[in-house]
């Protein structure tokens, strides 16, 4: 068997091992592929059945088996519908690897396996092409099945091809014609006629025909295979025009005209100068070429090792495809690259000036540029003050200097009783704001909460972990909160974070204040400009704008309708701090996207009251109903996120709950106009506090007449 050295990059790149396979698992199954001959695209037939589990994953693997017994990986299909149960499946899976071939005249002939995984043990034991399959891997197939696989040489790729010829690039003769080869590439042309035969490579120097031997070369057949081929390197070959004559080697003549050319490149660090930490450590570099896409050898004149190099490259968009491990050489390999600027990072690489190279893999093409990387600041974490209600989420901004990772301890457990460990990377912003639960912090497991419920970060500004934390009883207490950070590898010892910060904070957590609520009424175009606001911050201007244009007025009494047509909006203001780290942990949204319409809903039907009621109540009623009647009564919990809109003001710890006298009238039609009702808001969540804390309003119904001038409605609270 013909087995060449791959030369083609992007092979070796390309792996086939995917990330995150599917829970279920099938323990049979059946694959089955047909002797065929490889499509314009390299790909083959293979099908698949009777997996007992249907639930799952699948993986599809081709493979060969080498000179020396073992299974090597030729291609993959991964992440495939595990789903039979309507019948068998049908996945095209293409070759990437050829050395499972011999030549035999213009085809290729080898025989290839098809093997059924599930993609959870894929994913367990990976393997890229061209690599051999773990004997662990090999242990945990579904199913086998053999075929013969045929393709036609010329239908290869120039790549592809090439690797059959251990070259950059191979044709067929007769495919030369108007053909560009990049100056160093080495070139195979097949088709020949017989072996042995001279063939003469040679440049058109004049434009009426007129040429000049460049090299003489001999055919040589493949392994007694009836394929004839020359090679030859452009590395010494003048940019121009060329073509092969001979006789009786299959060139009949001379072939068709193709031209070498000559590859510019041009790289550029943006900085001549960057530190060995932090953000001064991070810059780019600039490729540019009359090539589309080629791949780069880099080095240092043996100044900084493979695993430096990889660090520095590989810190954006650029990927390492060979680090050339085999040669003990201080080179790495960059995959495909296109004109563009790559993001790099020297962060932790010695002082000292350093001469970088870089050399197209398959060309002449290089390019060279300097950089000097000195000592840098110290990385420092500096944090502010933050003060916030007792169960409600404080926003701690912490700031990063030369560096995107620190540690912070919120509380000192010896002199506080409660310490949250946490700790930031990655961080892609100066400034990270870490939200912190004062609702859930000391809480486990078993109270439905999660470390992000507790410590939180927006993505964009960085990964915030929470790494461990004082459990508490109950709810975090009240007081002041000593708050540390530092650039440290630990929260504990001589070096850690609370014994060798960086900069101290306080963090002050205040008793929540008494309810207090206000009554508002709005019509159907002032509710449709709150309905429509992008965001929170936005509904709470036009509530205000509101205000002050006499759109939304004060009062206790709210108009209906016969038709609802003119029925009022009724905004219920309750001004209750504390209660935004509750919602935020029984909606389980993020802590700095909570969207409150539908977690006040959620909460108003949450079991974890102090009584036998719910974490909130909001309900509206009836008073003096008349003799021997039952009081209406509305609670707005029965209610849907479709029918209401809640509008949090965190800058005032207001809640205002937007809601259609319409809609009141659908949950209970007996509402009608001239009846009063006392509106109750409780507080009356477990953790939050020992007793109920509500409050009452009351308001009033009267028949619609398009304006009314109404009074401010005082509000009684009770603990």
Do not use: C
């Amino acid at each position: 068997m013909f087995l060449a050295a791959i030369m083609v990059l992007s092979v070796f790149a390309m792996s086939v091992a995917f990330a995150g396979g599917a829970a279920a698992s099938a323990t049979d199954g059946d694959v089955t592929i047909d002797e065929q001959t490889l499509d314009s695209d390299n790909e083959v037939d293979v099908e698949y059945e009777n997996l007992d589990d249907n639930s799952g994953e699948v993986a599809l693997v081709l493979t060969y088996e080498n000179d020396d017994g073992d299974l090597i990986v030729a291609g993959a299909a991964t992440e495939l519908d595990g789903d039979t149960s309507g019948g068998a499946l049908t996945e095209e899976v293409e070759v990437q690897n050829f050395d499972g071939f011999d030549v035999e005249g213009d085809e290729l002939v080898g025989d290839h396996n098809a093997h059924l995984f599930n993609q959870s043990s894929f994913d367990a034991n990976s393997a890229g092409v061209g690599d051999e399959v773990p004997a662990d891997l090999a242990d945990d197939q579904l199913d086998i099945d053999d075929a013969e696989l045929t393709g036609v040489l010329g239908d290869l790729g120039p790549a592809q091809a090439g690797t059959i010829f251990g070259v950059d690039r191979a044709y067929a003769e007769d495919d030369l014609d108007e053909r560009a080869f990049w100056q160093g590439q080495e070139i195979a042309v097949f088709g020949l006629g017989a072996a042995g035969e001279d063939v003469q490579l040679r440049e058109k120097t004049d434009s009426d025909g007129s040429s000049s031997l460049r090299a003489e070369l001999t055919s040589e057949e493949i392994d007694d295979t009836g394929t004839f081929f020359v090679d030859f390197s452009t590395e010494n070959r003048d940019e121009g025009e060329y073509f092969l004559r001979g006789s009786d080697a299959g060139v009949s003549g001379s072939s068709e005209v193709f031209e070498v050319v000559e590859q510019d490149l041009d790289a550029e660090f943006g900085d001549s100068e960057v530190s060995d930490t932090g953000d001064d450590a991070e810059t780019d570099i600039e490729f540019e070429s009359n090539r589309g896409s080629y791949s780069l050898n880099v080095s240092a004149d043996g100044d900084l090792d493979v695993e430096d190099l990889t660090d520095i490259f590989t810190a954006g968009d650029l990927v390492v495809v060979d680090d050339n491990e085999d040669d003990d050489d201080d080179t790495i390999t960059l995959g495909t690259i296109s004109d563009d600027e790559f993001d790099i990072d020297f962060e932790d690489i010695d002082e000292g000036d350093y001469d970088f190279d870089f050399e197209v893999v398959d060309s002449t093409a290089s390019a060279s540029d300097s950089i000097s990387v000195v000592e840098g600041e110290d990385g420092e974490l500096d944090v502010n003050d933050a003060d916030v209600a007792e169960g409600d989420i404080a926003a701690i901004d912490v700031e990063l200097s030369n560096t995107d990772e620190g540690k912070l301890a919120i509380g000192n457990d010896d002199d506080d009783g409660y310490q949250a460990n946490v700790t930031i990377s990655d961080a892609d912003e100066d400034t990270v704001t870490v939200y912190f639960n004062t609702y859930t912090a000391g809480s486990s497991d078993a109270f439905n909460s999660s470390p992000e419920s507790i410590v939180f970060a927006d993505d964009d500004e960085a990964d915030v972990t929470l790494e461990n934390q004082t459990n508490l009883s109950s709810i975090l207490d009240t007081g002041d909160y000593e708050v540390t950070a530092a650039v440290a590898d630990s929260f504990g010892g001589d070096d850690g974070v609370l014994d060798d910060p960086d900069n101290i904070a306080s963090l002050t957590v205040n008793e929540r204040s008494e309810l207090d609520a206000t009554q508002w009424r709005a019509g159907e175009v002032t509710f449709d400009d709150i309905d429509d606001a992008d965001d929170e911050e936005e509904a709470v201007e036009v509530i205000g704008e509101a205000v002050e244009d006499d759109l939304i007025t004060e009062t206790d009494m709210f108009a209906l309708s016969d038709t609802n047509a003119d029925s009022d909006y009724q905004i219920h203001q309750i001004s209750a701090d504390g209660l935004a780290g509750l919602l935020a942990n029984v909606s389980g949204d993020d802590l700095d996207d909570v969207e409150t319409t539908q977690a006040f809903i959620d909460t108003l039907n949450n079991d974890n009251a102090v009584g036998d009621d719910q974490s909130l109540v909001l309900e509206l009623e009836q008073q003096n109903p008349g003799s021997n009647q039952d009081a209406i009564e509305v609670d707005i919990a029965d209610l849907d996120a479709d029918d209401l809109d809640v509008v949090y003001d965190g800058d005032e710890s207001d809640y205002y709950v937007v809601i259609a006298s319409d809609t009141l009238l659908d949950a209970n039609d007996d509402i009608e106009e001239d009846q009063d009702y006392e509106v109750t808001f409780a507080v009356q969540d477990d953790r939050l506090l020992d007793e109920d804390n509500s409050m009452t309003s009351k308001i009033s119904t009267k028949r619609s007449t398009g304006n009314s001038n109404l009074k401010r409605q005082k509000v009684t609270s009770s603990a």
